[in-house]
């Protein structure tokens, strides 16, 4: 998969683009990563991205031209890849949208700043709109690594091959069962007995009922949607 990132900040994605998972993926050519800095793609000699609100009122608008060519010059190898403006007014991002992502050979997404850009980028451009939650950033690029995170760790060959992404928690529809590692008994807290059993069997039926019990203290709402048998 390749992976197009239009923002104001590069160094922002520094960090996580050069740890870990995303690394590793990268460096075995499983993904590729462009980032482009959208001021760029400015003539004028202050390389101006904002302006005023046309009709009054506070903050600056990201400027469509800038936006605009930028696509526009990783558009001509880019096909029909998503064209992803990060936004409280998307679609809620899920894990569903995720695998949906992952189909693609191709993503473009673009990071606004500032109060939002010009509107003829929503309607002219941009083929899709997400939002990570129902909460103010400051700006789309933390919504962008979510999105990539969650996507590219469910592309083939990316986690081990001992992990399946299929067995996650929100895959199946219910929260994770209860973990624990050595020691059995620490300060006091013993490990549940069935776990140290050798049962298979068992402990499978516990972690599978420990699973709905925690969705349904925590997330009743995604019962609902779960796949259990009756
Ligand atoms: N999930 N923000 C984007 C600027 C903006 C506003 C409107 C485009 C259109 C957010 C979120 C989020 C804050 C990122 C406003 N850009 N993005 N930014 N929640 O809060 O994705």
């Given at each position: 998969?390749?992976?197009?990132i239009?923002t ?19 460096e075995r ?5 462009n ?6 793609y400015?003539?004028d000699?202050?390389h ?5 609100s ?10 469509p031209?800038?936006?605009?060519e ?8 880019s ?9 409280p ?9 995720a695998?949906e ?13 500032y109060?939002g850009?010009?509107?003829?980028v ?5 083929t899709?709109e ?14 962008a ?6 996507v ?11 992990v399946?992404p ?12 209860p ?5 059995a008994v ?10 140290l059993?050798?049962?298979h ?12 019990l ?5 997330r009743?709402e995604l ?8």
């Amino acid at each position: 998969m390749h992976i197009d990132i239009l923002t104001l900040f590069p160094q922002m994605f520094d960090g996580p683009f050069g740890t870990g998972i995303f690394k590793r993926a990268v460096e075995r050519k499983l993904v590729s990563v462009n980032i482009h800095n959208i001021r760029d793609y400015t003539h004028d000699k202050h390389h101006t991205v904002d302006d005023y609100s046309y009709g009054g009122g506070a903050g600056m608008v990201l400027k469509p031209e800038p936006i605009f060519e930028a696509v526009e010059s990783i558009k001509p190898e880019s096909g029909e890849a998503p064209i992803i403006l990060l936004t409280p007014q998307g679609r809620l991002f899920s894990q569903q949208i995720a695998l949906e992502l992952s189909k693609y050979s191709r993503l473009i997404l673009i990071c606004g700043r500032y109060e939002g850009v010009d509107e003829r980028v929503h309607s002219h451009l941009v083929t899709d709109e997400i939002s990570i939650g129902d909460y103010v950033l400051s700006g789309g690029e933390l919504a962008a690594m979510v999105v990539i995170e969650a996507v590219v760790r469910l592309l083939p060959g990316v986690l081990g091959s001992e992990v399946s992404p299929l067995d996650d928690s929100h895959v199946a529809g219910l929260l994770e069962y209860p973990q624990y590692t050595r020691p059995a008994v620490y300060r006091g807290w013993s490990v549940p007995e069935v776990l140290l059993s050798g049962n298979h069997a068992q402990i499978s039926k516990w972690r599978h009922e420990q699973a709905i019990l925690r969705t349904l203290e925590r997330r009743p709402e995604l019962l609902d949607k779960a796949n259990l048998p009756k």
